[in-house]
């Protein structure tokens, strides 16, 4: 395959980690709302929920995600490269 076609894959492959990263973070966003109502004091004491495993669990598919965005993005990157090599130099100004 030509080196457009490998690049274009590459960056299709960076935009899906990072709307899989986004989403992530938005349900680590309501995960904390939610925590903030299960910390709630009532007279019995904190009200038990399963508000803190869903936050553990939001944190590490975020970092996967970004770990697989940054490994793909080097991926780019090193393709530009070569991309740029191959070009005339007078294109490369």
């Not at 490998?6 to 899989?20: F, I, Q, R, Y």
């Not at 697989?68 to 191959?86: G, H, M, N, S, W």
């Amino acid at each position: 395959m030509g080196i457009l076609t490998e690049l274009d894959k590459s960056d299709k492959k960076a935009m899906k980690w990072l709307a899989a990263e986004y989403s992530y973070v938005n349900d680590l966003a309501n995960d904390i709302k939610l925590l903030e109502k299960d910390l709630i004091v009532t007279e019995s004491g904190f009200r038990k929920g399963r508000s803190i495993s869903s936050i553990m669990k939001d944190l590490k598919y975020i970092g996967r995600s970004e770990y697989k965005f940054e490994r793909t993005y080097a991926e780019i990157e090193e393709e530009l490269q070569l991309l740029v090599k191959r070009c005339p130099s007078e294109l490369r100004k």
